[in-house]
């Protein structure tokens, strides 16, 4: 069954809103999780590492104002899109991290579309 | 700095036919790990395999088979008899062993008509 729980699935909401999506480890701690970001037909592009009871390391280019990442318990981390407009729109993907010797466990995705 | 290239965009086949996706990477550590994810049309990635720098033998899991070459800097998959339900997208990615971030390459999109 999943490791990793993503809510929510989808997500349409109006221009200006901000969006929480919620990255959920249903098994283990996880100290560590990333967020990714998805365009279609495109891999996918990290954007930060979130650590837990720290702050979140953001990649280049990775808005840290727009992209607020918080990782309050060993397991959950949320990503909040602020101010969300159309050109976020996008699919976001987290991932837990378990262990040197474990694969990054994903979760199901969000679509996100900001009309 | 890492990076992994899959050449393939796409690639068609008619189902049960043998399938065989590349993946080529580049790093300067001496150990990592690499991986194989699967991401159906739903979105989800799908964990498939691990392989570890320092084990080069080559894997079969039912219809899938891995084959590792570290000379070359390839981590090839197969897919032997393929089946409709194979249609997806499926990534390679690289890890180092001290570290803990992902790198992927582009993907393949593998169609398997009826």
């Known amino acids: 069954g999943a490791v990793v729980s993503q809510h929510p699935s989808w997500v349409i909401c109006k221009s200006g809103t901000s969006v929480k999506i919620e990255c959920r480890s249903l098994?283990?701690?996880?100290?560590?999780m990333f967020w990714y970001r998805q365009f279609p037909k495109q891999s996918l592009m990290l954007m930060a590492t979130?650590?837990?009871?720290?702050?979140?390391?953001?990649e280049q280019g990775v808005e840290k104002d727009k992209f607020l990442i918080n990782h309050a318990s060993l397991t959950l981390s949320t990503l909040t899109v602020t101010s969300a407009h159309p050109e976020d729109s996008s699919f976001y993907i987290c991932?837990?991290?378990?262990?040197?010797?474990?694969?990054?466990?994903f979760g199901d995705g969000t679509r996100l579309s900001i009309l | 700095a890492q990076k992994v290239t899959q050449a393939q965009t796409e690639i068609s086949v008619v189902e049960k036919e043998d399938v065989t996706l590349d993946c080529v990477y580049e790093?300067?550590?001496?150990?990592?790990?690499l991986f194989w994810y699967k991401q159906p049309p739903s979105g989800e990635l799908v964990f498939l395999i691990r392989r570890n720098s320092f084990d080069e033998q080559n894997e079969i899991s039912g219809r899938y088979s891995w084959n590792f070459q570290k000379s070359t800097s390839s981590f090839n998959f197969t897919i032997t008899a393929s089946q409709v339900v194979d249609s997806a997208v499926y990534f390679c990615a690289l890890r180092m062993a001290a570290g803990n971030k992902l790198t992927f390459g582009g993907g393949t999109r593998v169609l398997v008509k009826p």
């Open positions: 979130s650590n837990e009871g720290s702050k979140a390391t953001y």
């Open positions: 991932s837990a991290y378990r262990g040197r010797q474990q694969p990054q466990h």
């Open positions: 098994d283990f701690q996880a100290t560590t």
């Open positions: 790093t300067r550590d001496t150990t990592y790990y």
